[in-house]
């Protein structure tokens, strides 16, 4: 696939939250605020990029070739876990701003599906670590979009009187199922028709 | 209290619908019962084994290394199970396909193996890994019923014998509501579950502090 | 639907989310206003599209008296918002649908588009439109199957002049240039009932270049009151001169669409730039309902000009994508639904933000 291809099925089709459903954790407490929904979306196009060229290296020249490809769980979790040290090594050491921004976002997304799943759902298909890098940050950049959109509603919402019973995490999700609904719109004919 | 630990997972302490943990498996895979059960039913093997190995292997293991530990555990024992649905249930596990290794992170197991590894009792620490497994798992079964229901009109379950596995309902399946089975209902669904528990939760406390006042 | 505001009898004072005249009055004016295109649409489809609207207003007060009445503790019926929700609902349905669709569409737009986030003024999403998606991807068969206007009982088949679009686009035709040519060679469909409305319709039609006057009138297979671009926008001049929906979403709406449609429309047909069928695309499915009564509502869309002509512009411009490229003939429920995502966010276009809480 082109890149245009991989950058818009990972965005728009293949959304890492309306489609996949990935990431739901953090992103419902991160759409109390647009601020943190934006740190965390871009923690998560970082941590994407970065993760998902490397998991891709890992499978296609360890895990494959020395036929250890039952490892993958593990090896994954692994990189992930060891990816997301280096990061907060690395911020802290070249851009302490960057770490307390991002500091409290990290730790929540080290133990959530979206790094991993999109790890483990991208990688088999992409035919190189560029494609991968590529794929990652457009995942997160997906990512992102849902989640400061889905804050920014909800930032509207806080205004309203919603009812009693919807309020917090409810009418969050049924916003997020509202969003998904409209995102149904891009499909891969779409996609196939668009790029060809 | 002693009673609370298996109970309370199904019910009071549902993990999924009260503290919403595990969110994204459990709405990826609740379309199809069968895939929900099965889900589950890995949860439910990964949790009991991982508790019961964390509460033996904590004394030997430094505390600051722990965590990574229980990371390791995890994913490890997610593979063994992976592996023995690979061979045991190929066609399952190609339909829950990321969603099962993804029990690697999975909140609810690495949040209870940190707290029960400090428990001091064994049998307690296995009737609440249990309990919350079977309340997970429960809570799935609920959200794939509807969703299978009334989006497909079936209810898939496992072939046994000459029994095909896929139940149709009748009337339901000429006319299904298809966005129920697609990520759209799952978060449409999962959210008014989750107005209804807090609703019930609610009620519960003004009823107990009416009775305690 | 949510025209108008219920903010206006909040309280407190500014910051007002959304401001306006009353409600009821507004609401009842735009209805009077659609009723042409409706009454044309029955008369053009029959009975069954009558069954259609019935059950879809029928539908929509009933779950609005039920939930607001059940959950809210308030009766809402008199502001009018459900029966124009229902109304714009049934007219974006075919008219051959089973008519639990009508019921399920009008259940959804009310009870979980609308009173679940509070009520009329507090959606988001324009309740209407997201319930034709919500209906559109459930029962995608019979909201797919058409009927060609005033044809004899029986007869069910028939095509949409989008539908007749999208095929020539996957499967190419030489030789054609536009997609009028397909639609004038598929308008004599057999077994018209023959009468005044026919013959009316013929020589009205023949006042503008064949094929165009047609679609004005709504003589083509469609939704039951999007036919009549005609009427529909003759309707909403009286709103238009009344201030009751402001003019920047329409016309930037339909202004991009056409650009676009003009400029690139020839392209999939191998005609080259800016010969795009810009008529046909502005006169064809629910382009006229969607663009000038339901991608304005104010609670939907956003509050300050700027955003409002960023908004137009985005439903025009995925309008035009969704319905070139996409895999359904139609684009303008999906396109709406997308921008009403990112309304909040259009609001903070052009200074202050509009309320302090709101801020974090």
Redo the contacts between chains.
Sequence with gaps: MSFAGIILTAVFVNNVVLHQLLGLCPLFAAAGSRRAALGLGLAAALVLGLTAPAAWALQHLVLEPLRLGYLQTLAFVLLVAGIFRLVRLAAARLAPAVHRALGLHLPALAVNCVVLGSCLLLVPGLSSAWRSAVAGLAAGAGFLLASVVLASIQARLRTERVPEAMRGLPITLLSAALMALGFLAFDRALLANLIG | MKERAFIGGLARQNPLLVYLLGLCPALAVSDLVSKALGLGAGVILVLLAAVAAARLLRPVIPERLQPIAWLVLVAALVSLVDLAMQAYLPALRQQLGVYLQLLAVNCLILGLVERLARSRSLSRCLRLAAGQGAGFTLALLLIALVREVLGSGTITLFPLGSFGGVIRVPGLSLYPVRVLSLAAGALLLLGYLAALAGRLMARGRKAEQRSAG | MGYGPGSALRPFPAPH?HEGPTTAGMMFSVVLCLLPAGIWGVLLFGQRALHVLLVSVGASLLTELAVSGL??RRFTLADGSALLTGLLLGYSLPPAV?L?IPA?ASFFAIA??K????GL??N??NPAL?AR??VM????G?MTRWQAPLAAADVLSGATPLGLAKEA?SHPVPGLRGPIELLLAGLRPSGLRAGPLSDLLQRLGRLAPAGYGQMALGNVAGCIGEGSALLLALGSIYLFVKKIIAWEIPAAYLGSFGLLAWAFGGLPFGAGLFRGDAAFHLLAGGLALGALYMAADPVTSPLKRPGRLIFGLGCGA?TF??R????QPE?VA??V??M???V??L??IGGRP??R????
């Design positions: 989310l959950f809210l089973p639990f399920a979980v588009i009173q679940s986030f509070g003024g507090r988001w999403l997201g998606v919500f991807f459930s029962w995608t019979p686009l995925l994508l969704l070139t490229w996409g895999s684009g999906l396109a639904v997308l009403n995502m990112f909040p966010l609001n903070r509009i309320s809480e709101a801020e974090q």
